[in-house]
T-cell receptor, first 110, second 114 residues
Framework: QKEVEQDPGPLSVPEGAIVSLNCTYS??????FMWYRQYSRKGPELLMY????GNKEDGRFTAQVDKSSKYISLFIRDSQPSDSATYLC??????????FGKGTRLSVIA | DGGITQSPKYLFRKEGQNVTLSCEQN?????MYWYRQDPGQGLRLIYY???????QKGDIAEGYSVSREKKESFPLTVTSAQKNPTAFYLC?????????????FGPGTRLTVL
């Protein structure tokens, strides 16, 4: 079993839809969880960061962590064509290298 | 303007040649990282450096070498021993090794070996 699993997609949704992106993981020591957004041929940029379990909201984006299920989610409300990108989950136990998911490619169609 | 720069953006080399990718940061970060990204593979860690004059192998270090002589610079050499060097290479940095979570990435270098 891979340490971090993420469905690569592609995921295609109409503009205005709610998007749900997910990752599962196997290492119970992970306590720092991140979502990065990567536009085509660019470096990833940090989108959301959460520590331990719970929710975090930032504008149209909500990150959820369920440590009991080893499951994290990113929700995008009122999705826009500019949200079209690859979304990478990443996690760490702290003082250890980040472990990345393979990324989910999202297309928001106008 | 603070950030991470990688050069060049595109690089072409003949098979059997060594090539060095540049990574510079002016964020005053202690830790720096090199990742390789292939289609459908996500980011895989090649090497990382916690501090100047120190570096450790990541998951896929074979065929690569690095140096960290200055805090702001972490060049990566792709040697002829690397069997499949064609990929997108990303450099990143974080404030310290303790804060490995918040990594900032450069724009990447796309290496094509002909």
């Amino acid at each position: 079993q891979k340490e971090v699993e993420q469905d690569p997609g592609p995921l295609s949704v109409p503009e205005g839809a709610i998007v749900s992106l997910n990752c599962t993981y196997s290492n119970s020591a992970f306590q720092y969880f991140m979502w990065y957004r990567q536009y085509s041929r660019k470096g990833p940029e940090l989108l959301m960061y959460t520590y331990s379990s719970g929710n975090k909201e930032d504008g149209r984006f909500t990150a959820q962590v369920d440590k009991s299920s080893k499951y994290i989610s990113l929700f995008i409300r009122d999705s826009q064509p500019s949200d079209s990108a690859t979304y990478l989950c990443a996690m760490s136990a702290g003082n250890t290298p980040l472990v990345f998911g393979k990324g989910t490619r999202l297309s928001v169609i106008a | 303007d603070g950030g991470i720069t990688q050069s060049p953006k595109y690089l072409f080399r003949k098979e059997g040649q060594n090539v060095t990718l540049s990574c510079e940061q002016n964020l005053n970060h202690d830790a720096m990282y090199w990742y390789r990204q292939d289609p459908g593979q996500g980011l895989r860690l090649i090497y990382y450096s916690q501090i100047v004059n120190d570096f450790q192998k990541g998951d896929i270090a074979e065929g690569y070498s690095v140096s960290r002589e200055k805090k702001e610079s972490f060049p990566l050499t792709v040697t002829s021993a690397q069997k499949n060097p064609t990929a997108f290479y990303l450099c990143a940095s974080s404030i310290s090794w303790v804060n490995t979570d918040t990594q900032y990435f450069g724009p990447g270098t796309r290496l094509t070996v002909l």
